[in-house]
């Protein structure tokens, strides 16, 4: 079981953003939209804007990003979510980083699909330790109708409890993406990872269209999306602003953008470097400070309110 943390969604009376002061080697590409909009939400950032995100100080992309932060959420309030992997490993797909890929030896044994009373005591037992969002995740390239079926009474079961619920089961179709919606499914996750460009020597089963396509699936069926994806995993500064561009101009925003640190894992192609080092309890804040330090988590929080 993994926890997760969310800003939880209370807009306060926003605090006055001051003006941006846009290094003096930007040129006006740069500068146009950013010193007058930032704060707001929009779809038409272009690329260089992003990437002008990335070329700021430290400081001061710290400082627009609180500002942007606190003028759209309780600047001290966060949402407690709980991750269950309903079915684990055995996965057909090829994403790099994964070790519930078939294609790697990474020691995960395949579990078929938990049954329906193991689901809910889960979620039960989350509830209790606070969480308020559940998301019941299956190693799948995409689900089939007799599973799809199984999980939809997960989560009629789940919002019963009174929790929020979010599923994360691969590519959609358009009649699944409604009938998962139909079953009351508030969120569906499905991660672009990282760049269009970089995307291709991660991942060669699906494309980064595939992703788009069960996106606007979700989307059409009337369900709120969460997408993120990953850093450290070789992609550059680029790279990650072409994958914040991506998300940034949808027609609506993701409402929820989980930005992880990759975990190295072992017989994984993305494990040589530190492979056989297991998490250590000093890992994990080297791994927040990347996230920080490097700019994509303060991006992502004015490119996307
Ligand atoms: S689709 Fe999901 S479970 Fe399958 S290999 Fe990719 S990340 Fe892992």
New binding site residues.
Partial sequence: MTLTWDAAKKPRAALEIRKLEVPNDMDDAHVDGLTARIGTVRSDWTLAQVEALFDLPFNDLLYYAQGVHRSHFDPNAVQMSTLLSIKTGG?P???AY?P??VRFQTGVDAEPLMALEDVLEKARIAQSHGATRFCMGA?Y?GPKQSQLEQIAAMIRGVRALGLETCATL?LLTQDQAEQLADAGLDYYNHNLDTSREYYARI?HTRSYDDRLETLRHVRAAGMKVCCGGIVGMGETRHDRAGFLHTLATLPVHPESVPINQLVRVAGTPLAEGCASKPMSVFSWPVGAWNLVNHGPAPTTRIALP
């Fill in positions: 996965c797909e090829d994403c994964c519930q890929s190693a390239r691969g991942i």
